[in-house]
């Protein structure tokens, strides 16, 4: 099988490449990400590798369709950015990883939390240049404060774990319930009522896009604190925005923004970025933006590599895949 892989990082190519080449799949790395601009480069591949930007849309899938690409693998666990439905009509089968460590992302969302809280961020920068004053750095006790999850899936469920263990009150929603668990579910209206944290762990669908928005932002807890480690589009940045500049919002922690296809992975340290909500969400004190980088910890970028090359070893042997996109 010959593999296009696209969007390659540095960190990607080192834990791939020796796997892959222990298996029957060349393999040639590109550092940009699959779109419709760039399409051209899939020809002559059996399939293609992508990740969270990536941009398969019907279009691109005629086109690697036209080309004979006739499997495309996420390597990631949200499949919002490819349109599967479309490529399933074209013949095409798409995988995803849909495990590779809930750990990683949930973790990556307590230390948003904490950073945020305990102004950790601020505090770093302060003692390096030999400055110890400690005004403006009082965050709140954790322990008994209430923290709203919003989807129970493997992510959310650790992240519940992790909360428990600081002493926090969970309250949770989700679509689907998990049956017979102890989660305290309740309606997302009361989880935005009365919860003084809200962390969001549901997938991108048509119906969660901008399910955070001035609307919602009308009825939670004025100083609430927002993490997002999910997908960007689940919050509405402009209503997000303006929610922090009322005071309404007491922090934010996004690990994904719903525009960040154009920005993030990349270094833009040299340039004035042009989406204004992005850099003046950046500029506020109380917000914190990583990279999307949530899923990035050794275990969860082995079990990524090794879940891909199963993937498309199975869909090769069998036609079809467990973790096939449907
Ligand atoms: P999962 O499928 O195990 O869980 C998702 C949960 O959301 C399920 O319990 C489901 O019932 C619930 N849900 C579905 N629709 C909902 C709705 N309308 N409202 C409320 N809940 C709803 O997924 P997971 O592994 O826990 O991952 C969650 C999300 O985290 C993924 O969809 C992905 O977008 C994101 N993610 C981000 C990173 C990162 O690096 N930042 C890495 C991995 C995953």
Known sequence: MKLAFFDTKSYDREVFEPKLKKSKIRVKFFDTRLCEDNI???????AVCVFVNDEVNSKVIDTL?????????????GFNNVDYKYAAEKGISVVRVPAYSPYAVAEHAMALLLTINRKIHKAYLRTRDFNFALKGLTGFD????????????????????????????????DKFPMEGSDIDYRSLEEVYRDSDI????CPLTEETYHMFNLGTI????????????????????????????????????????EEESGYFYEDFSG???????????ISLPNVIVTSH??????????????????????????????????
Do not use: W
Not at 40 to 46: H, N, Q, R, S, W
Not at 151 to 170: A, E, Q, S, W, Y
Not at 271 to 281: A, C, G, K, P, T
């Open 142 to 173: 954790l322990h008994g404060k209430t923290v709203g999850v919003i989807g129970t899936g493997k992510i959310g469920r650790v992240f519940i774990d992790i909360c428990k263990g600081f002493g926090m009150n969970v309250i949770a929603y």
């Open 271 to 281: 340039e004035i970025i042009s989406d204004e909500v992005l850099s003046r969400l």
């Open 65 to 77: 369709g036209s080309y004979g690409v006739k499997f495309i693998a996420l390597r990631c666990a």
């Open 218 to 257: 009308n009825k939670v807890k004025k100083g609430v604190v927002i993490i997002n480690t999910s997908r960007g589009a689940l919050i509405d940045s402009e209503a997000l925005l303006k929610g922090l500049l009322q005071k309404k919002i007491g922090a934010t922690c996004l690990d994904v923004y």
């Open 198 to 201: 809200i962390s969001f762990h």
């Open 293 to 326: 980088q949530a899923f990035l910890t050794k275990e969860a970028l082995e079990n990524i590599a090794d879940t891909t090359i199963e993937n498309l070893i199975t869909l090769e042997k069998e036609g079809t895949s467990p973790n096939e996109v449907k």
């Open 40 to 46: 051209a480069l899939a020809k002559g591949f059996d």
